[in-house]
């Protein structure tokens, strides 16, 4: 028995409904003369029927979303922690020059390591999104207050050496 002829039949022992219209394992079905049984989708009143092209046509765009998307999104990311490594670079190429211009001018000098350390939490500051005031001030007192630990640490280490 052709394929045709078995969704008619199956077509005929459901209920009647408008227009002549099945249901084939899910999939909404309207009999043709010339191809047997083909989907569609219904808009409104009308009856449009997908032609194999368009369907076609529809897998390959979500191929081609499904192999684009994960490359965007993975672009996304290695653009972030480029620009995050850059952002420590400059923050070490400015703290090795503060310390050397300090150094040079025999001025109080931190150890290289606390100085480091602050200006990359300067530089994350910098780069932040929506700054205001307040949230400025309160991202200093917080840098503030971990270089004011390092510099205990510091102290109470060089009181046991």
Not at 12 to 33: A, E, K, V, Y
Not at 134 to 153: G, P, Q
Request: net charge positive.
């Amino acid at each position: 028995m052709p394929v045709a002829k078995l969704i008619a039949t199956v077509n005929q022992m459901l209920p009647p409904s408008p227009n002549n219209i099945g249901f084939i394992g899910g999939i909404r079905t309207r009999p043709h003369d010339d191809v047997g049984v083909r989907p569609y989708i219904k808009r409104g009143t009308s009856v449009m029927s997908l032609d194999p092209a368009v369907i076609n046509g529809l897998f390959a765009l979500g191929g081609v979303l499904a192999g684009a998307i994960p490359a965007v999104v993975a672009a996304c990311f290695k653009e972030r922690s480029e620009s995050r490594r850059h952002l420590r670079d400059q923050a070490l190429k400015v703290a090795l020059e503060a310390w050397r211009v300090r150094l040079e001018r025999q001025m109080a000098v931190q150890p290289l390591e606390h100085q480091v350390i602050y200006s990359t939490l300067l530089a994350q500051l910098a780069s932040e999104n929506r700054l205001t005031p307040d949230r400025v001030k309160a991202r200093l007192n917080d840098i503030s207050a971990i270089v004011d630990v390092m510099a205990k640490h510091s102290a109470s280490k060089v009181a046991r050496s």
